[in-house]
């Protein structure tokens, strides 16, 4: 995992770390390699739409609906916050433990398994384990918490 922020970051540093939301896709292979999908000047979908709207005070789908469609919509009316968001990959295994995060920030956690259930190996990103969002005012304490995840296994296997 360490490896993987690293080279997140290597590629957002390449790209001048643009204010607005990243989108970088990449896999770790049973060799030991990581192999670069995607990036873009996109947030993501899944838990990315509620870390978006909570970090930039808009409504996204509603302001590409009102975009695409010439209706008025209503306007994000919570308050800014923060956000980062995770999809929780899975393995084939039998779930033992879901662990939740240790971190300062709250956190808002959406799991897809249960302890004891029988996973097979995920067909796509939506065959996952589940989301979280992250959020705090504090940005530094949210960046902290974001360093924090770099050796965190949500899901843990039977052996």
Known sequence: MPRMIA??????DALGKLDGASHL???HTKDDE???????A???GLAGLAAMQQN???????LAFEI?????????DQEQMYCFDAVLPKRPGIVSELVLPDLTSEVEMKWKVRVGEEIQQGASLIDNG???LVRNHDYAALYR???RLASYEPIRYEN
């Open 34 to 40: 990581l192999v670069f999908l995607e990036v873009g």
């Open 145 to 147: 918490d974001f360093e």
């Open 42 to 44: 996109r947030f993501k």
């Open 68 to 76: 695409e469609a010439g209706l008025p919509s209503r306007p994000w």
């Open 130 to 132: 589940g989301t979280f």
């Open 7 to 12: 080279f997140a970051e290597t590629v957002l």
């Open 25 to 27: 896709e990449l896999f």
């Open 56 to 62: 930039y005070a808009v409504a996204l789908l509603n």
